[in-house]
Nanobody, 123 residues
Framework: QVQLAESGGGLVQAGGSLRLSCAAS????????LAWFRQAPGKEREFVAR????????DYTGSVKERFTISRLNNRNTVYLQMNSLKPEDTANYYC????????????????WGQGTQVTVSS
């Protein structure tokens, strides 16, 4: 059973940066495809970014391209989301998700989920 634990959320002013981390345990990390999703109050969970088992390729939703970077360190069992130039509309609870071998942009693709970490961007 794979367990995921996010950290790194918080309150930041618009234009600022945060780095989210997601530590995995209970499975062979290098076999996991990983993704970040987010959910704002009253909205559906939306795809943010994903990364393959090897770290390349990566994929981003359009609204975060050029601002967010997903990466992974397989020897630390951790996936990261570096978020720069944050905007108030980035405010949401951010979730790490995993699935063995491959996953797409749909949240139903993923088997394992963390509890989420809150990101709040003030204007």
């Amino acid at each position: 059973q794979v367990q995921l634990a996010e950290s790194g959320g918080g309150l930041v002013q618009a234009g600022g940066s945060l780095r989210l981390s997601c530590a995995a345990s209970g499975g062979t990390f290098s076999l996991l495809a990983l993704a970040w999703f987010r959910q704002a109050p009253g909205k559906e969970r939306e795809f943010v970014a994903r990364i393959s088992r090897s770290g390349s390729p990566t994929d981003y939703t359009g609204s975060v391209k050029e601002r967010f970077t997903i990466s992974r360190l397989n020897n630390r069992n951790t996936v990261y989301l570096q978020m720069n130039s944050l905007k108030p509309e980035d405010t949401a609870n951010y979730y790490c998700a995993a699935r063995f071998y491959s996953g797409g942009r749909d949240f139903t693709d993923y088997t394992y989920w963390g509890q989420g970490t809150q990101v709040t961007v003030s204007s």
